[in-house]
């Protein structure tokens, strides 16, 4: 399922994080329950809380582990899914300037975590973030499938 930006920042406001969104919106696709997914992703926000990978990136790329490798510890499914997360890693880059949380909010995360709050970025920045990382996820699962 994708998200609008105008859910991404209700989510937001009820303290789902961008990683749980990209994660539980793949629900339907892994035949698994929304809420499974937004646990599995439950640390991703923040880039894991310190400014580091972007948790819609982080959560894309749990979609991406599952979707491509399902229950199996196969090598060939496992390159797959290194494979997509590199060409969704290629196209984020493509229209977003980093993957890094810090960079792309333009503060040090989480020192400066609440100059992001103040500021208006989250609820600006990160649900087109958000969206955009559901948006290739998606063509890219549709390929797959």
Do not use: W
């Not at 972007?54 to 894309?60: D, I, K, P, Q």
């Not at 709050?117 to 797959?144: F, K, N, W, Y």
């Amino acid at each position: 399922m994708m998200y609008s930006e105008d859910e991404i920042r209700e989510m937001f406001q009820a303290g789902i994080d961008c990683g749980q969104i990209v994660a539980s919106g793949a629900a339907e696709r892994l035949s698994l329950e929304p809420e499974q997914l937004s646990a599995l992703a439950a640390c991703q926000g923040g880039g894991l809380g310190l400014g580091e990978i972007c948790g819609a990136v982080n959560g894309a790329a749990m979609v991406i582990g599952l979707a491509c490798c399902g229950e199996a510890n196969d090598p060939e499914a496992k390159a797959a899914a290194q494979s997509m997360f590199a060409s969704f890693t290629q196209e984020f880059l493509r229209r977003h300037p980093s993957i890094r949380c810090s960079r792309l909010l333009g503060h040090k995360i989480p020192e400066e975590f609440e100059d992001v709050i103040r500021e208006g970025t989250m609820m600006t920045l990160c649900p087109r973030l958000v969206h955009d990382a559901q948006e290739i996820l998606e063509s890219l699962l549709a390929v797959e499938s």
